[in-house]
């Protein structure tokens, strides 16, 4: 589309999910997920698969559509810049995050994990 920049759509999109009162990989399910960085390589993208497929239904529609859109995005690598990885470190905050901010320490350490 002529005259938009293609950070802005981004910009609006990851907004959008940081707003929501509750993400859509569910503050009840923000350790799940987290403790999924625990599990063995092999049988991590396995774990995740299962984690999605729990969230309540409208969560996981949404959910689906924007990785789908995502890997469209880091198809378009070459012209755009953006790989999985980037798209990752931007979007991942936005959907998945504890109810509660942790502390300082507790960050730190989920960091690791992420």
């Known amino acids: ?7 802005t759509p981004a910009a609006k999109e990851k907004t959008f999910f940081r707003e929501l009162p509750e993400p859509i990989l569910t503050f009840g399910m923000y350790h799940d997920f987290m403790n999924t960085s625990k599990i063995e390589e092999g049988s991590r993208n396995r774990a995740l698969v299962e984690l999605v497929h ?5 969560n996981f529609l949404v959910f689906e559509r924007l990785i789908y859109h995502l890997a469209q995005v880091a198809n378009e690598e070459d012209s755009n810049k953006m790989n999985a ?11 998945l995050r504890p109810a509660k901010e942790p502390s300082a320490m507790q960050a730190l350490e989920e960091v690791k994990h992420r």
């Open 85 to 95: 990885s980037s798209l990752a470190v931007i979007f991942a905050p936005n959907l």
């Open 54 to 58: 729990k969230l309540p239904r409208v």
């Open 1 to 7: 589309i002529d005259g938009i920049v293609p950070f």
